[in-house]
């Protein structure tokens, strides 16, 4: 009788000392975590013991701790964006508003009405300018916002390039430009946006139109499963085009010779439609020629 009262006493201590050593263990996660919470650390929840659920405990807590500062990175990471954003066009609104503060002073003390026509028509412009450096910015500020969603459908390619690129044709006859346009005769269907697709080509159309240099091809085909648009432009300036950063935000080749004001979110923004509409966007220089190509997966 007494070998098993023995026997009990020794398990109630060594229960005892499982009990304490375990209560500790959760002391210490809990400080942990209390420490974590006050300070800014990158710091991971560690450990003395591994039984009695500790290890998964720990782990789970350290994963979620992980996934917490993951979304706080890309949080602050939009927010400098957005932060950036508003800055570069703060100070690309700035050079428009100016001439256009002179241009009216020029059009309040001009007695011809030649003249008067003149810097009216230079005040359209820079306003038209102002206006789409405006709708960028929205557009892009939306596109970075994770919580709107692109509504998306079938939708046939080639009717919506073609209306897009023949919405340039008074631009067109105004340069003296003649592009060679080849596209398949095939209906290619995929799943988009109209308005984001109409989006992208226009900022595709309009970089082209802006750094370009009188040339201009546009096609369109079949390749395996996808349906492919490309738009190249002829330009002399190669060295002006760094291809590997032509679709970030703010990128601007050449902005000193650019015919027009540009926020420098075009591409950025057509590139971030593309991705939502499950597409691929590249660009490349050949000989004289920048092109740049989008893919998207075609419907069965």
Request: aromatic share 10%; charged share 30%; net charge negative.
């Amino acid at each position: 009788m007494e070998w098993i009262i023995g026997i009990l006493a020794a398990l109630v201590a060594v229960l005892l000392i499982i009990l304490a050593v375990y209560k500790r263990q959760i002391r210490d996660i809990c400080r942990q975590l209390a420490f974590l919470k006050e300070y800014d650390s990158n710091l991971l929840i560690t450990r003395q013991m591994d039984a009695f659920g500790i290890r998964e405990l720990t782990d789970e807590l350290n994963e979620m701790l992980e996934l917490q500062r993951e979304q706080r990175r890309r949080y602050l990471k939009k927010e400098q964006d957005i932060s950036d954003a508003y800055t570069n066009l703060s100070h690309d609104i700035r050079t428009p508003l100016t001439s256009l503060d002179g241009y009216f002073q020029l059009l309040r003390d001009s007695k011809e009405q030649k003249e008067r026509e003149r810097y009216l028509k230079v005040i359209q412009e820079r306003i038209v300018s102002l206006k789409e450096m405006l709708e960028e910015l929205f557009t892009y500020t939306k596109l970075k916002n994770e919580t709107y969603e692109l509504k998306l459908e079938p939708l046939y390619l080639n009717r919506i390039l073609t209306e897009t690129a023949f919405s340039y044709y008074d631009v067109w006859v105004e340069r003296g430009m003649e592009p060679e346009i080849d596209l398949t005769e095939e209906q290619l269907q995929i799943e988009g946006n109209e308005a984001g697709l109409r989006r992208t080509l226009q900022n595709i159309i309009k970089n082209g139109l802006d750094h370009g240099e009188g040339q201009m091809k546009f096609s369109m085909f079949r390749k395996e499963g996808w349906a492919v648009v490309e738009c190249a432009n002829y330009t002399a300036r190669l060295d002006e085009i760094d291809v590997g950063k032509v679709f970030e935000r703010f990128y601007k080749a050449d902005e000193a010779r650019s015919r027009t004001a540009s926020s420098g979110l075009g591409l950025s923004i057509a590139k971030e439609f593309t991705v939502r509409m499950h597409g691929e966007i590249r660009a490349w220089l050949k000989g004289n020629w920048f092109t740049i190509q989008l893919r998207f997966p075609l419907l069965s």
